[in-house]
């Protein structure tokens, strides 16, 4: 319990952005474009969408009791 007491939530929160926007910068070329032709709405809401189901399904395992031993950053 020590570990999370001592967590402090801000910087992780932080921290995972800052890794996805690297992540998205490597796989892309660089940083979002801000003007291109993508519409941000529709791809956050189907992101949103996708998390929905990622949860869903997790909260299942959890309720069943189904392990799943990959790891997790």
């Known amino acids: 319990m020590e570990i999370l007491e001592n967590l402090d939530i801000r910087k992780e929160l932080v921290k995972k952005i800052q890794e996805r926007l690297l992540l998205g910068a490597d796989r892309y070329g660089g940083p979002i474009p ?27 395992q959890i309720k069943h009791g189904i392990n799943n031993d990959k790891k997790r950053n």
């Open 34 to 60: 801000i003007n291109d032709d993508r519409d941000f709405l529709q791809e956050a809401l189907e992101e949103v969408l996708d998390a929905t189901i990622y949860l869903t399904a997790t909260l299942i």
